[in-house]
């Protein structure tokens, strides 16, 4: 009994990510059109291009930002565009939708921000522990390395699922 332990998870060379550890997702604005609208109804295009124009966005610099409607106001399609035109500038991503889609998206950014080189011809285990951003992240992760990676498993060392092969 005086041999050494041995740590078979690194004897197999497999390289553990924690995604919740190497993802960095931009922060989430949601931004309600219904204050612009008069009544929270109606657009009067002079004051909503007025309010966008006075409109501070430094609050979405480097965001992701969700834009909606509040009420169930029937906004004409070029509303949509004249903020996201207005918050070109400052933004990481804007999109229509609500808070859930804004993270969404942001944790997808997140992943194509990661350098591929990084798991080059490597043995890459997802910590199945750390779905950190849900399905759509994985999936995201998943098509961002496939080409890259030697293997893809998911789950943890004694008992992963292989996902992705190549030789």
Same mark, same amino acid.
């Not at 804007?94 to 969404?104: I, M, T």
């Given at each position: 009994m005086d041999e050494p332990i041995l740590n078979r998870v690194d004897a197999a060379g497999l390289m553990q990510v924690d995604l919740a550890k190497i993802l960095k997702p931009s922060d989430v604005v949601v931004v309600d059109l219904a204050p612009w609208l008069a009544d929270g109804w109606v657009l009067r295009e002079k004051d909503f291009r007025a309010a966008i124009a006075a409109w501070d966005i430094a609050s979405c610099? =480097? *965001?992701?930002?969700?834009? *909606? *409607?509040?009420? =169930? +106001?029937?906004?004409? $399609?070029?509303?949509?565009?004249?903020?996201?035109? &207005?918050?070109?500038?400052?933004? &990481? $991503?804007?999109?229509?939708?609500?808070?859930?889609?804004? &993270?969404? &998206? +942001?944790?997808?950014l997140a992943v194509k921000d990661l350098d591929v080189a990084d798991f080059k011809d490597k043995r890459v285990l997802v910590k199945g522990c750390a779905s950190v951003g849900g399905a759509d992240t994985l999936v995201t992760f998943t098509r961002h390395i496939q080409g890259t990676v030697k293997s893809l498993m998911f789950g943890e060392a004694c008992s992963s699922v292989p996902l992705v092969k190549n030789r």
């Open positions: 610099e =480097d *965001c992701v930002v969700a834009l *909606c *409607c509040s009420t =169930d +106001a029937i906004l004409p $399609d070029w509303s949509w565009m004249l903020v996201a035109a &207005r918050l070109e500038s400052v933004a &990481r $991503d804007v999109l229509v939708g609500n808070e859930s889609a804004a &993270r969404a &998206r +942001a944790w997808q």
